[in-house]
């Protein structure tokens, strides 16, 4: 079993950074292929990025290619989403989720658990 808590919302501007974290229990995190998804309202939920077990592999959604950034820390059971040069369109509720399978997934019913969700904003 794995619990994921994520953090770092905000409301910035167009242009401006924000950096989300995801910290997990458990002692098996470093196992894990993690990604990051988000939900805007009234939209499905979309993939972001994801990051493999060992971190040597990373993948992101066109949208955010060149902007954003995941990357993990094993000793602190956390992953982060670096994302810079946000825009309105980035505005969602963005979720942390873990794999089981390690080399990582697009795909939302490939992940196993799943944090609440946090708010980013991006005002124009």
């Known amino acids: 079993q794995v619990q994921l808590v994520e953090s770092g919302e905000g409301l910035v501007q167009a242009g401006g950074s924000l950096r989300l974290s995801c910290a997990a229990s458990?002692?098996?995190?470093?196992?894990?292929?993690m990604g990051w998804f988000r939900q805007a309202p009234g939209k499905e939920r979309e993939f972001v990025a994801y990051?493999?077990?060992?971190?040597?592999?990373?993948y992101y959604a066109d949208s955010v290619k060149g902007r954003f950034t995941i990357s993990r820390d094993d000793a602190k059971n956390t992953v982060y989403l670096q994302m810079n040069s946000l825009k309105p369109e980035d505005t969602a509720v963005y979720y942390c989720?873990?794999?089981?399978?390690?080399?990582?997934?697009?795909?939302?019913?490939?992940?196993?658990?799943w944090g609440q969700g946090t708010q980013v904003t991006v005002s124009s």
């Open positions: 990051i493999s077990w060992s971190g040597g592999r990373t």
């Open positions: 458990g002692r098996t995190f470093s196992s894990y292929a």
């Open positions: 989720a873990a794999n089981r399978r390690n080399s990582g997934s697009v795909y939302i019913s490939a992940y196993n658990y």
